[in-house]
């Protein structure tokens, strides 16, 4: 039994999002079966670039049985920060919302191993040069048995996700299309979680260490 209590203290802020949100955890859940990935015991997770960390409960839930005990959310937009320590808290998880950049993860020294490292919409697309010191201070955050998870708006973004994570020390587990995403009427081709990718640095013939 999960025994992480996340509690949501606010509403989400726009309509909508909590149905996004109830997508994204079922597929979350889906990818790691699919994958064979388990999560058990006292586990830390970190969300890279977290805005409002909207994703928060589902992403605790999605890692049942584990226990979340230290959960952290970078960001360096200073009022989604706070929005999001307004909303979350819990009695069992350490809990960490962090206005700042998470190209300098590297600088804080007391941060603990990540057994999980969540990046929802990676704007890599965007400042492909800020990403790839996002992307090297995430990976050397990780646990050795870590697993890292990221989900993409549209196509073109998740493939130069994917391709610079092609170039680096780690495996692809799992990179699926969500076909259940809804569509951003404003943005042509972009839905709301449309790709997600899990990586490891693991060992491929090694998986699954964890179940
Ligand atoms: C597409 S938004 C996704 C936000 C959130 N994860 C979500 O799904 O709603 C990309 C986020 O990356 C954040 N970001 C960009 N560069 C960053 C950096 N160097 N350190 C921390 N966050 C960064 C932005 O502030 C923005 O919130």
Not at 108 to 137: A, C, S
Not at 154 to 180: G, I, T, W
Request: glycine residues 8%.
């Amino acid at each position: 039994m999960n025994e992480t209590t996340m509690i949501q203290q606010l509403p989400f802020s726009y309509e909508g999002i909590a149905g996004d949100i109830r997508k994204l955890g079922l597929i979350l859940k889906d990818s790691f079966a699919a994958a064979g990935i388990c999560f058990h015991g006292k586990i830390s997770v970190l969300n890279v670039a977290c805005g409002r960390a909207d994703e928060t409960g589902v992403l605790v839930q999605a890692l049942a049985p584990a226990e979340v005990r230290f959960y952290m959310g970078i960001d360096l937009m200073g009022d989604a920060i706070q929005e999001a320590s307004r909303r979350w808290k819990s009695t069992t998880c350490e809990i960490h919302f962090m206005e700042g950049n998470a190209a300098m993860l590297g600088r804080m020294k007391t941060l603990p191993e990540f057994d999980l490292i969540f990046l929802r919409h990676q704007n890599y697309w965007h400042e492909p040069m800020v990403w790839e010191g996002i992307l090297d201070e995430a990976i050397t955050a990780l646990k050795p048995d870590g697993y890292l998870v990221c989900t993409s708006y549209f196509d073109l973004e998740h493939d130069l996700f994917v391709a610079s994570m092609r170039e680096r020390d780690v495996n692809s587990v799992l990179n699926v299309r969500n076909h259940q995403s809804r569509a951003l009427p404003d943005a042509e081709g972009k839905s709301v979680d449309r790709w997600l990718g899990i990586w490891c640095k693991q060992k491929l013939g090694g998986l699954p260490r964890r179940a």
